[in-house]
């Protein structure tokens, strides 16, 4: 049991970092005003292998090339459900590699 809360609270941070862990890279003012219009359609989204971070276009005009992170203060909806089919699937994930692991080490003791 302590075992699967482990692996349940890795996948959760792996989840969350991800979002992070994205960007959007604009090397020109078009690129900009691509980006713009992307976040103010909903199109702009962060999360990793389903997005689940809607973001919002940010107030600064950057000097170009730039490259736009997660910004807590932009991030608009979440979307749960795409949050939890991430986590379940980091959640998996992890599992195969403790059992792998699991077996590979009962193999190598022998």
């Known amino acids: 049991m302590k075992k699967n809360v482990a692996i349940l609270s890795i996948a959760i941070l792996i989840t969350l970092m991800r979002a992070f862990l994205d960007s959007t890279e604009v090397n020109d003012s078009q690129e900009y005003k691509q980006y713009i219009q992307q976040a ?21 005009t950057p000097p170009f090339p730039y490259t736009f992170l997660f910004e807590y203060e932009n991030a608009g909806e979440v979307l749960m459900g795409a949050f939890f089919l991430n986590t379940i699937i980091y959640f998996a994930l992890i599992w195969l590699l403790v059992i792998l692991f699991k077996t590979i080490n009962r193999f190598v003791s022998k």
């Open 40 to 60: 103010s359609n909903g199109e702009l989204a962060y999360g990793y292998p389903f997005p689940y971070i809607k973001m919002h276009a940010s107030d600064l």
